[in-house]
């Protein structure tokens, strides 16, 4: 219980800490067509890579502190099988350890990050 309190109460504050650089930047930005893959791995470093990592292996460094661990994007298996309509809606509204994205990225940006997920297939 107390590791959970203790853990609860980091995520918090690293969540604090991000919230200055959010703050400076309407979220989510109005809508304005496709994003350039530049644009859209630029939103993947900001809201995705600390979890899932650069490469997308899912060993950012938060990783280790969640309760469920972040998918493997570069598994082929799961590539395989996984649908684009059910990754959005992962993206916008979390599972798991998961955190929802719908009120901090419009649906450009997350077909965005699916791009770059889809982009780290072997
Ligand atoms: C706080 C850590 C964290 C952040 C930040 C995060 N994710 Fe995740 N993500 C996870 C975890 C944990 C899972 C596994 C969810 C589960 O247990 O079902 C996951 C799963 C996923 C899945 C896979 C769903 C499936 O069907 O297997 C996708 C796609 C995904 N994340 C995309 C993203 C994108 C894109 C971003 C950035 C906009 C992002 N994630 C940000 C932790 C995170």
Same mark, same amino acid.
């Given at each position: ?26 979220? +989510?930005?109005?809508?304005?067509? @496709?994003?350039?893959? &530049? $644009? #859209?791995?630029?939103?993947?470093? /900001? !809201? ?21 661990? +972040?998918?493997?994007?570069?598994? @082929?298996?799961?590539? &395989? $099988? #996984?649908?684009?309509?059910?990754? /959005? !809606? ?33």
């Amino acid at each position: 219980m107390r590791r959970l309190l203790a853990c609860s109460l980091l995520l918090l504050a690293a969540v604090a800490c991000q919230q200055p650089r959010d703050a400076a930047t309407p979220q +989510p930005a109005p809508a304005q067509g @496709p994003l350039t893959d &530049a $644009q #859209a791995r630029a939103v993947y470093d /900001r !809201a995705c890579m600390s979890c899932h990592g650069p490469t997308g292996k899912g060993n950012g460094p938060r990783a280790a502190m969640l309760r469920t661990s +972040p998918t493997d994007f570069t598994d @082929p298996a799961w590539q &395989a $099988q #996984a649908q684009d309509d059910a990754l /959005r !809606a992962v993206i916008a509204q979390g599972r798991g350890s998961m955190p929802p994205f719908k009120h901090r990225l419009n649906p450009q940006e997350i077909d965005g990050v699916l791009r770059v997920v889809r982009a780290f297939a072997p």
